[in-house]
């Protein structure tokens, strides 16, 4: 549908979108296109296949040049997550895993309440051929399913981009006009008054701490079977989605087993 008014006030913001290793320009370039339908304006690539910046990825944005001239580029999923309070995976088939799943609607609800909050929010994509891989979903809170026919579920990149976006842009107020706020009632929820949601870089740096104390006691073994309980490990403390504090307290508690244990040795 064409209608782009240039007089229009840009809506920018919302949740961050976050390509994990895009193989096409066009591909980036249409997501892009998809984002600034629906106001979403930040845009992180990770190891994206071929060169960056990427001709094609401006022809196919149409127009969404600001999303594509901004987008940030980043070699590991770590960097990409740091800042983030909680992460949103988006998936076409069932997994191994054990995580929450949300559709695309309601999963646009929770981000709207936990933006209200003040945090900071990712939504996830995977490669446009096979999708997020688990260690990457691991990284993440929640898993976003789209209700598609089971027989025909895979989405291209731009209309997972362009689902998610719409979903997120409708429960804004006045979306089709004058940009005026409404506060609507109080909400249940997590109040968190002396602290806030662990960033994914504070929550990986527990991870790394726990997983070493846990090599050297030897409890990740035999060697073969460590990569999944590293997974289900990081997965079981994901789901109880810890604040700054949580992790803190956690880090504290693995300092002081492992003290004891040292001292024990000697």
Not at 81 to 110: C, F, M, N, W
Not at 120 to 141: C, H, P, S, W, Y
Not at 233 to 262: A, C, H, Y
Request: overall charge negative.
């Amino acid at each position: 549908m064409a209608g782009t008014d240039h007089t229009q006030a840009p809506v920018n913001g919302g949740p961050i979108i976050i390509l994990a290793e895009p193989q096409l320009g066009e591909n980036i370039g249409t997501a892009a296109r998809a984002m600034a339908n629906f106001g979403l304006s930040e845009l992180r690539l990770i190891r994206p296949r071929d060169d960056w910046p990427n001709d094609y990825a401006f022809k196919a944005a149409s127009g969404a040049d600001q999303v594509i001239e901004e987008a940030l580029v980043f070699d590991t999923e770590r960097e990409a997550l740091a800042d983030l309070h909680y992460v949103y995976a988006t998936s076409a088939r069932q997994r191994d895993l054990i995580k929450p799943v949300q559709s695309p609607e309601e999963a646009a609800a929770g981000m709207r309440e936990r933006a209200g909050r003040g945090e900071k929010i990712g939504i996830m994509f995977g490669r446009e051929r096979t999708g997020l891989e688990n260690d990457q979903v691991t990284l993440a809170d929640m898993l976003i399913m789209a209700p598609v026919n089971p027989a025909f579920a895979s989405l291209n990149l731009a209309q997972a981009v362009l689902l998610i976006g719409y979903e997120w842009f409708k429960l804004a107020p006045h979306t089709l006009g004058d940009g005026s706020r409404e506060d609507g009632p109080a909400k249940s929820g997590l109040r968190l008054t002396q602290t806030r949601p662990a960033t994914k870089d504070e929550l990986i740096g527990f991870y790394e701490h726990l997983e070493t104390e846990l090599d050297d006691a030897g409890f990740l073994y035999p060697p073969e079977k460590r990569p999944a309980m590293v997974l289900n490990i990081r997965n079981m403390f994901q789901r109880t989605q810890p604040t700054e504090q949580d992790v803190r307290t956690l880090r504290g508690i693995v300092s002081s087993l492992s003290l004891m244990r040292k001292r024990r040795r000697t």
